[in-house]
């Protein structure tokens, strides 16, 4: 079955006959409403000259990114973030200028439009190291133009992940596949990503051996892109430290696929190796709240400034 308009189920056959994707409304449509989109009526509907079209490839000019003097090997994951946020009734008309000053020097992020949001955008990052998204999303973070955004509360945006094939081989992306979709594991991922969105990231009992299909698009681990598979389970969070909360989660969870067998795919495997000294002191957002909401039994990291997130939006971390 694949969902077209948002909420109906179609059979696979019927889907291949009528419909196609459409990038601008998010979801499967008729070829008669497909031809709709690509009609000059949906440039007037966002002609905000800071956030380029639905369908711009934003590699046209952002680059594969790292920090200054970071040390790169052939299996270097590069992750590529899509946040979602709406406009709050506070924001003005240069609200998007502002957004995107925070990631022009260097060109870090562009904005886009998206069909399936209200009255907003995504922010979508280049291709780039934990380090460098640990450094170049700090502007947005500081500045005051998020307090017009708003992600955590509402329905409609997300926070969407994408992980470079490059760092992965076919068996990591098998047991990441399973982990993700593993119904013993389902409460501890909804707690991580804050929602479980099964209108925009489905779940399905998966087998290693999977990794070699091409998955649906709305599913959790979405496997059809050809360059990166997309983790689409997270709600969208404006918080600083929610967010990067869910960035160390996507790392750890890539290094720990690499090196866990295919029989320890629990996520009380998962907490253990987060346990290890080398492991958590890596990602010490994460495993602070880990921590905090007591799945590890150590103390917070004291280089968190765990305040910051009763400052932000009071959006969850």
């Known amino acids: ?59 046209d000019i952002l680059d594969h990114t790292s920090a200054p003097n970071e040390r790169i090997l052939p299996d270097t994951a590069y992750y590529g973030v899509e946040l979602e946020v709406e406009k709050r009734n506070t924001a003005t008309s240069d609200t998007t200028y502002y957004v995107d000053e925070c990631f022009s020097e260097p060109r870090f992020a562009v904005l886009k439009s998206d069909g399936s949001l209200s009255n907003g955008f995504e922010i979508v990052s280049a291709p780039a190291t934990l380090q460098a998204h640990r450094l170049y999303w700090e502007k947005f973070f500081k500045s005051d133009v998020i307090k017009q955004l708003k992600g955590w509360n509402t329905d409609t945006a997300g926070l969407h992940i994408h992980i470079s094939r490059t760092a992965l081989r076919q068996l990591d992306i098998g047991k990441i596949l399973v982990f993700i979709n593993d119904t013993k594991n389902e409460s501890f991922i909804n707690h991580i990503a804050g929602r479980n969105a099964e209108s925009w990231a489905k779940k399905s009992p998966k087998k290693i051996m999977d990794c070699v299909q091409s998955s649906e698009k709305y599913s959790a681990v979405n496997t059809s892109h050809y360059h990166t598979i997309e983790l689409r389970i997270f709600k969208s969070n404006l918080a600083r430290l929610g967010f990067h909360r869910v960035l160390e989660f996507v790392d750890a969870l890539v290094h720990f696929a690499k090196q866990t067998s295919i029989s320890k795919l629990q996520y009380t495997d998962f907490l253990e190796y987060m346990e290890q000294p080398n492991v958590r002191s890596q990602y010490p957002i994460f495993y602070g709240w880990l921590t905090r909401k007591s799945y590890c039994v150590g103390k917070p990291s004291r280089k968190v400034d765990w305040s910051d997130e009763q400052n932000n939006l009071k959006e969850i971390a």
């Open 1 to 59: 079955m694949r969902t077209a308009y948002d909420d109906m189920n179609i059979c696979q056959v019927c889907i291949e006959d009528n419909y196609t994707f459409s990038e601008y409304r998010d979801t499967y449509v008729t070829y008669d409403d497909a031809d709709d989109d690509n009609n000059e009526e949906y440039d007037d509907d966002y002609d905000d000259e800071n956030v380029y079209r639905y369908d711009y490839n934003v590699m």
